[in-house]
């Protein structure tokens, strides 16, 4: 059985046409599967169709207390999945419901990690285009994954979702995730959709936080670059001292005030962002410590 994950946060419009187009999709090349909506904290009418959708017995839904994030909703997904694979999709019929059936086959030809890759970003605002560019060539050069294309919509074997869902780590990264596992992979290409209707969930402030959690989970080089500042700026300390004793000595010790200036501005704000850096990281370490869970389930259908 296919499990189909689709978290939705203020998706009314949308749950519906989702449903309709997988079920067309799958019954069609008679697949059989389950379909878990997982509500994430919606204000709007969002729960009240799942509800009316899981009279079907294919439709499950999940309702979170309060908004946890997409990722939180995907794993509830995973976690409550019965399938012997899992496919996750966004809620938007961005992801289309079509490449199911090719991604299912490829599983079925051994394949234990199917992606899909993005042929087309679709329409996006040209900031979002260059900030996805930055934050995908940040995540390249810190933990050596090419994400560019990569997307959310992926199918996972039972056993890579058992791992997923048994692994100690409280804030994952989905997308990078599958990278990290290793196991046979597939790709599946596909265009990104216009979003079917609604607008998008995602906020400056949103990306800024989501690329920040991201670059931490996923490696430690922020840190060695703090070191490697203070480093530079060591041979710049040893420089400049030998220099200001030999103007000391030779009596020439007036001038420099610019210097002074400079070197000031220079190592507050080196040490600032610094601390920020390690601020970052035991902020993560602390919200792991905390242990406190991912979601909270408040009702289930
Ligand atoms: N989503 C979610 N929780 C959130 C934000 C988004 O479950 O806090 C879901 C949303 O309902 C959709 C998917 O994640 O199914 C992708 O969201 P969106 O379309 O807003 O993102 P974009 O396609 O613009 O990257
Ligand atoms: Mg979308």
Known sequence: MLSVVIPAYNEAENISVTAI??????????IDYEL??????????????ITTLSNDKQVR??????NFGKEAAVMAGL???????????DCDLQHPPEKLVEMYRLWQEGAMIVEGIKVDRGKEALWYRLLAKLFYGIMN????????????????DRKVVDILCHLPEKKLFFRGLSS??????AEVFFEVAPRYAGKSKWNLLGLWRYAINNITAFSALPLQIVT???????IIFVVLGIQTLYNY?????????????????????????GLGVIGHYIARIYDEVKGRPVYIVEQEV
Request: net charge negative; proline share 0%.
């Open 228 to 234: 490697c500042t203070g480093v530079f700026m060591f």
């Open 61 to 66: 839904g999940l309702k979170f207390s309060r």
């Open 141 to 156: 050069c810190f933990a050596g994954f090419d994400l560019q294309r990569s997307s959310d919509y992926k199918l996972l």
């Open 36 to 49: 878990i909506f997982v509500d994430d904290g919606s204000t709007d009418e969002t729960f009240a169709t």
């Open 21 to 30: 187009r997988i079920d067309t999709v799958l019954s069609f090349a008679t």
């Open 180 to 185: 990290y596992f290793g196991f046979a992979k």
């Open 249 to 273: 000595i030779t009596g020439q010790s007036i001038e420099g005030f610019t210097t002074v200036i400079l070197l000031l501005l220079f190592i507050g704000s080196t040490l600032a962002i």
């Open 79 to 89: 976690n409550c999945a019965k399938g012997d694979c899992c496919a996750v999709l």
